[in-house]
């Protein structure tokens, strides 16, 4: 139950654009599309933000992206803006024995 | 509106006992898996423990494997976490949340802390 790696850390100017990443394993983010993005502000319930690996519950802005490549998934947020500031955490089902395994989580400041 | 609201945080002394409880409303609780996740302060996320709709079958993280019990009363709308042999490593906000079809978590309670000290 190793948990998926994320940099500890991503920063962008208002109006670019950012990726993160969040690779897993063969076992999870690259055998099954099921890889999901949170957003989480400080002393906030994380949000969800992204679905089966690219798409985007309602209400979410299409400025939030995501991706997958083998055992790596992408978020990508575009045109940033300052509330976009939080932690991102991705999360990718495991298989029925293990589940669901996170990532460590990525603080994304806006400068 | 789905909301899930959790109770039964606390200090507990390390070897203690202690028992989570989340309240569902808003949509069919029965209907759905159900996960608890936690948090230790200034950490990231960590699954803990997820339950069937019908509480038939269960699964938990190596790390409280044994000493955690994930249950539902389903007539109630609520969820449970039954923690027991408490240790320091186990301090966190402990989260609810409900998982849909695609593996995602789309909707959290606010969480409740748990803080073992002694």
């Known amino acids: 139950q190793s948990a998926l790696t994320q940099p500890a850390s991503v920063s962008g100017s208002p109006g670019q654009s950012i990726t993160i990443s969040c690779t897993g394993t063969?076992?999870?983010?690259?055998?099954?599309?099921?890889v999901s993005w949170y957003q989480q502000h400080p002393g906030k319930a994380p949000k969800l933000m992204i679905y089966?690996?690219?798409k985007r519950p309602s209400g979410v802005s299409n400025r939030f992206s995501g991706s997958k490549s083998g055992n790596t998934a992408s978020l990508t947020i575009s045109g940033l803006q300052a509330e976009d500031e939080a932690d991102y955490y991705c999360?990718?089902?495991?298989?029925?024995?293990?589940?669901?395994?996170f990532g460590g989580g990525t603080k994304l400041t806006v400068l | 509106e789905v909301q899930l609201v959790e109770s039964g945080g606390g200090l507990v002394q390390p070897g203690g006992s202690l028992r989570l409880s989340c309240a569902a409303s808003?949509?069919?609780?029965?209907?759905?898996?159900m996960h608890w996740v936690r948090q230790a302060p200034g950490k990231g996320l960590v699954w803990v423990s997820r339950?069937?709709?019908?509480?038939?079958?269960?699964s938990y993280a190596d790390s409280v494997k044994g000493r955690f019990t994930i249950s539902r009363d389903n007539a109630k709308n609520t969820l449970y976490l039954q923690m027991n042999s408490l240790r320091a490593e186990d301090t966190a906000v402990y989260y609810c949340?409900?998982?849909?079809?695609?593996?995602?978590?789309?909707?959290w309670g606010q969480g409740t802390l748990v803080t073992v000290s002694s």
């Open positions: 949340a409900r998982i849909d079809s695609s593996h995602s978590f789309d909707y």
């Open positions: 808003g949509f069919t609780f029965s209907s759905y898996w």
């Open positions: 339950i069937n709709s019908d509480g038939s079958s269960t």
């Open positions: 063969s076992s999870d983010v690259g055998s099954y599309n099921l």
């Open positions: 089966e690996g690219s």
């Open positions: 999360c990718s089902y495991a298989g029925s024995s293990t589940d669901v395994v």
